[in-house]
């Protein structure tokens, strides 16, 4: 781990894509290929109430702490031309937190939207959000529904945000919008795969490469559940609101470590159909 060592900045070239690095930042800078980065990462952000109490603090002081985190994550990404980022920032099972959690979690993402516009226009990033937003309160619908009229244009990274979101709900909501298209043209033959993917939420963008978990829980909780078929899955010890750029940097190198084969063989690996590589000639 790389966690102690020093903090002190590092000036590079202005035309660094990020620009600034901290030592730390630039060592592991260097192991990264920037012609190998995941498409698409999604983002468990877990473990800010663990930050919170380790303070003796609110919970609710470790979503807002949270936050800066997105905003690193969000900027460090879309300046890495990675084409889509996806953060679950409220399940469909956390409306089981108490109701005080639950409206400072609205309001913080209100607020977010708000005092991150620029940032966001700035970056050229287009927002969109996965979940059953009818559902959510309506200053939040309505905030939602500006976020992606007012980025609708950008060109740059797309930034979801999971809100309301489960991935069985949404797999069954694709469901159901598939059999609605169908009783409009009464069209019988059976679904697809690709069908599928074309009534989820994601519709459009290429599935998670990166799956990222924070604050060491092995589980995927319901996100992303089809999408994540064959992405990489990183967890790390680290809380939420401590995942700054030098452990996401950490993770696109990580990433880049794995070998995916897709239930296929490693290229080159001796095959019952290539005898000359099994001999090792
Ligand atoms: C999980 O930590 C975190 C959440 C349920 C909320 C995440 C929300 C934010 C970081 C707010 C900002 C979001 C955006 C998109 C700007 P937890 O409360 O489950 O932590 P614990 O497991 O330690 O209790």
Known sequence: MLHNKPQKSLHVAASHPLGTLTAEEAYIWEKLDLTRLPRHVAVIMDGNGRWAQKRHLPRIAGHRSGTQSARTTIETCARLKIEALTLYAFSVENWRRPKTEIDFLMQLLREYLRKEMPLIQKNDIRMRFLGRMDELPAGVQKDVREAMEKTAGNKGMVLCVALNYGGRA?????????????????????????????????????????????????R????????????EIFVTETLWPDFNRARLLEALVEFQKRERRYGGIREGEPSDENPARAAGH
């Open 170 to 218: 949404e797999i069954v909501d694709a469901m159901n919008s598939i059999l609605a298209e169908r009783n409009g043209n009464g069209a019988s033959s059976q679904v697809t795969e690709e069908q599928l993917s074309r009534h989820l939420y994601t519709d459009g963008l290429p599935d998670p490469d990166l799956l990222i978990r924070t604050s060491g829980e092995m």
């Open 220 to 231: 995927v909780s319901n996100f992303l559940l089809w999408q994540i078929a064959y992405a």
